[in-house]
Structure formats: C-alpha cells, structure tokens
C-alpha cells in the first residue's frame, strides 16, 4: 500500500498554483485585450506576439526538463528551480501589468519573453515534482487534484479583483489589472517558500543518464505519448480560444458591460473548482482516460449551447456557465497523473527516470494550445472582426470562433483519448515489476513528509 499523503501537504504543494494561475490566466484573457483596448496597440500585433513568444519558449523546455532530471541538492531535483523562478517572475508581472500607454511592441515583446522563461521554470518543475510524491495509480489523481483545486482558485482570487475595485473603490479596467499584477507579485515569494519548506522530494541516486533533445523527441515517438499529448492540445485550445474570446463575445454579442464579462468569468471558475473533485472520483470509478472522455463530450455540448443563451443576466445562461465551467479541470489534472504514469512505464522499459523531461513534453503541449488560441486573434482580425466598429460578418466569425470551433475539438478529444492503452490494470503491472527490480536492486526510499534532509550521495559505479 503506498503512503497516502496528508491534506495539508498536499495544500501546501498546491499553494504556488495561486500566483501562477492568477498569471497564467490573464497572459490568456485579460492582457491581450487590454493591451489592444486600452495601451493602443493593434490585434495583429498583439496576437503576434503572445502566439510567437510562446511557441519559441516551447524549445525552452527539453532543455529545462533535462537539466532538472540531471540535478542533485540537497533540496532535491525540483525545488530549487521553482525558487529560483520566483523573483524572475516577479520581475515580469510588474512590468506586463503596470505598462502605461504609450508602449510600444518591444516592450511586449521583451517583458514577455522574461515572463514565459520564469513561468515554463516554475510550472515544469512544480508539475514534475507532483509527478514523485506518489507511485499509486489513484493517488496520483488525488495529488493532481489537489494541484487543479489551487490553480482555479487562483483564477478565482484574481478574477474578484476587476469587480471589487469597481464596487468598492470605483477603480477603472487599468486599476483592476494593476491590482492584479500587484496579487501575482504578493503570493509569489509567499507559496513557493511554504511549498518548498513543507513539501518533500523523493531522493534518487546520482544521475548515469542523457537527458536533452534526443531523449525528448523519443519520448514523443512513443504512440501512449502521442495520443495524451494529442488529447492535452486539443482540450488546452479548446478553451484557450473560448477563453481569448470571452469578452468580445459577452459583451459584442450578449450585450454585457466588462465588469458584468468579469463576473461571468468568475462564475465559471466557480464551477470549475467545484469540478476538481469530481473527475479524480470518476477516474476511479471507470479509469483516467475515460473520465476524460466524459469531460470533454460534456464541455462539447455546453459549449456550442453558449450560442443559444439569451443576452443580459439570465438562469439559462448562469446555468450553462456553470456546465461548461465543471469539465475545466479535466484535462489539467487527468493528462498530468496519466504522465506520471508513463513515467513508471518509462523507467521500466529504459531503466531511466525521465521525469522532468516528460513534464516538459506536457508542458510543451500546453504552451502551444494556449500559443495557437490567442492566434485565433489574428484569425479573427482576418475574418473582418473589428473591436470598435460592430459588422455582422465580424459578429458571425466572433460566435464561430468562441463557441463551434471550441466544441469541435472537444469532441475531437473524445474520440481520441478513448484509444490510450495505459489504464490501473497495465499500470498495476507496470508497478508490480518496478517493485520486484527496485527490491533487487533498491533505490532511496521515498521522503516523509516533511522532508528537507540531504539527498543520498552513494559512490557512482565503475565505469
């Protein structure tokens, strides 16, 4: 039976998910529409450089991933370059969101590129770390679970801020992304020092193995890598795009002002918090990638429905946020406990532990889901949506793009995650041979919790 990790450690491992989705989310949402609406910058411009800025950081992650899977502290392989992340994009968040009118694109463009580096340093290694605390089937849903649950909530606390400053200190749009900018760059220091002082890492021996491009691109080929991959882009862009969308949407078409978008938005975080526990309970009962199934032919149907909803506040409309918003969660948790799993089908066939660069395979994916969806911007620009000036041409392609497009690719995800191979029976199997070759030959044990001792240093073999 392996060890069950308490609620509090695995609270605090899901802490730094609070600044890095209250940065994740507006980098999608708030950001490109601000920097268009009210910094004066084009949509061309914009969508060009948050859809090309993120695709060159992809190229950033193998060689992330390889050189956390090579690393040995006495903080172990993940923490300390989650700390080291930290003032990076404390940096970053200051100057992206108290930028004044009057910027020009290089300023986009370098702030942006310094953001993404921190932001790909913290993710993956947060990810790759949740990937270790356990070796269990089910309580790798359960770690993920934890780490979904903190990344809405951090959708959430930057989500309140827009309406608060409105109704409290009648601040404007800027006032409301300033704040939120100065959220990101309070919670950063604070969640990553308690996930690192709390949180323990497993220890392994010495590094013997490669660990770069050549390894990530072998790990790609593999056709169980593939098709979560697959999967993980498609349900990322789904909602990537809806969610790029969603302001010009509900207030162009369903007659919103933005504070009234912002707490729609809010509403569906709501409810994607509220879907948290609910996917690792399903993918107990009928398996991880079936669940995901369930997830995406679930976000499919609602999404499409958003066409249909009335305009201004309604229970039918409240309604369908609230179905769409459930099946957010999904992907995020169920793709990254699946790769957890690969990785002890990895180690198994190669003998290796290939933990960070697998992250940095889902990473990677994740990052050019969301690239491509503020891409849409462009498509959109090119289908004659105009930002200032209504058309019914540009409305059309707006309700195309937010709500048809999004549920094709959920139904895409549905066909094609019902094809993936590793279920709890093929990775019982998986384990119960690990077991017998690490009794052989034993590796460190795993850590208690808390754990901050040093990592064991055992001489390396002869060569």
Same mark, same amino acid.
């Given at each position: #039976? ?7 450690t ?7 998910? $609070?600044?890095?989705?209250?940065l ?5 949402v708030?950001?490109?529409?601000y920097y268009?609406?009210?910094l004066?910058?084009?949509l ?5 450089a948050f ?5 060159? !950081?992809i ?6 991933? @390889? ?7 006495r +903080?172990?392989?993940?923490? /300390?370059? +989650?700390l ?5 994009? #404390? ?6 969101f ?5 910027? @020009?694109p290089?300023?986009l ?7 993404y580096? @921190? ?8 990810t ?5 605390l356990?070796p269990?089937? *089910?309580q790798r849903?359960?770690?993920?679970g934890w780490?979904?649950a903190?990344? &809405?909530?951090?959708m959430?606390?930057v989500? $309140?801020?827009?309406?608060?400053l409105?109704?409290?200190? =009648? ?8 704040? #939120? ?16 002082a &709390?949180?323990?890492e ?12 050549? *390894? ?11 098709i $979560? ?9 789904? /909602?990537?795009?809806?969610g790029?969308l969603?302001f010009?949407f509900?207030?162009r ?9 912002g ?16 996917w690792?309970?399903l993918a107990? =009962? ?15 149907f ?7 909803t ?8 409240? +309604? ?14 169920? &793709? ?6 690969l ?9 290796v !532990?290939r ?6 395979v889902?990473? @990677? ?12 911007f462009i498509v959109?620009?090119k ?9 019914a041409q540009?409305?059309?392609? $707006? ?9 094709v ?12 191979p590793?279920d709890a ?8 041979? +690990?077991?017998?070759r690490?009794?052989a030959?034993?590796l460190?044990?795993p850590?208690p919790?808390?754990? &901050?001792?040093p990592?064991a240093?055992?001489k390396p073999?002869a060569?």
């Amino acid at each position: #039976m392996s060890e069950r990790r308490s609620s509090w450690t695995l609270a605090a491992f899901a802490a730094p998910c $609070l600044p890095l989705a209250a940065l994740g989310l507006p980098l999608v949402v708030y950001l490109p529409e601000y920097y268009v609406s009210d910094l004066g910058l084009s949509l061309s411009m914009v969508g060009s450089a948050f859809l090309l800025v993120r695709v060159a !950081d992809i190229i950033l992650d193998p060689i992330l991933g @390889g050189l956390m899977d090579t690393t040995r502290t006495r +903080l172990g392989r993940f923490r /300390p370059w +989650l700390l080291a992340a930290a003032p990076v994009l #404390m940096l970053a968040a200051y100057f992206l969101f108290m930028a004044k009118p009057g910027i @020009g694109p290089l300023y986009l463009w370098g702030w942006l590129v310094v953001c993404y580096v @921190g932001y790909s340093m913290a993710v993956l290694s947060h990810t790759a770390w949740g990937a270790v605390l356990s070796p269990d089937y *089910q309580q790798r849903s359960r770690v993920y679970g934890w780490w979904s649950a903190g990344n &809405v909530v951090g959708m959430i606390l930057v989500l $309140l801020l827009p309406p608060l400053l409105a109704i409290v200190f =009648k601040g404007d749009h800027a006032a409301g992304i300033q704040a #939120m900018g100065w959220l990101i760059i309070a919670l950063l220091p604070l969640t990553f020092l308690l996930a690192s002082a &709390v949180v323990g890492e497993t220890n392994v021996p010495p590094v013997r193995h490669q660990a770069g491009l050549k *390894q990530y691109l072998g790990l790609i080929k593999r056709p169980s890598v593939q098709i $979560l991959l697959f999967a993980d882009l498609l349900m990322g862009l789904a /909602p990537g795009i809806a969610g790029a969308l969603f302001f010009f949407f509900f207030e162009r078409i369903k007659g919103f002002d933005k504070g009234e978008a912002g707490v729609l938005l809010l509403i569906y975080f709501v409810a994607a918090l509220g879907g948290s526990p609910i996917w690792p309970l399903l993918a107990k =009962k009928i398996g991880k990638h079936k669940a995901l199934a369930v997830a995406a032919l679930i976000y499919a149907f609602v999404q499409f429905a958003t066409v249909f909803t009335p305009s201004g506040m309604s229970v039918i409309g409240t +309604l369908i946020l609230v179905l769409a918003g459930l099946p957010y969660s999904a992907a995020p948790l169920l &793709v990254r406990s699946m790769m957890a799993d690969l990785g002890d089908e990895e180690r198994l066939v190669s003998g290796v !532990d290939r933990t960070g660069l697998l992250y940095a395979v889902v990473n @990677g994916t994740v990052k050019l889901g969301y690239a491509l969806a503020i891409g849409v911007f462009i498509v959109l620009g090119k289908l004659g949506f105009d930002p200032k000036v209504p058309s019914a041409q540009g409305d059309t392609a $707006l309700i195309a793009l937010y709500a048809v497009a999004p549920a094709v690719l959920g139904l895409l995800v549905c066909a094609v995650i019902l094809r993936y191979p590793l279920d709890a029976t093929a990775h019982a199997e998986i384990r119960r041979q +690990l077991d017998e070759r690490d009794a052989a030959e034993p590796l460190p044990s795993p850590s208690p919790e808390p754990h &901050v001792a040093p990592l064991a240093s055992p001489k390396p073999a002869a060569e």
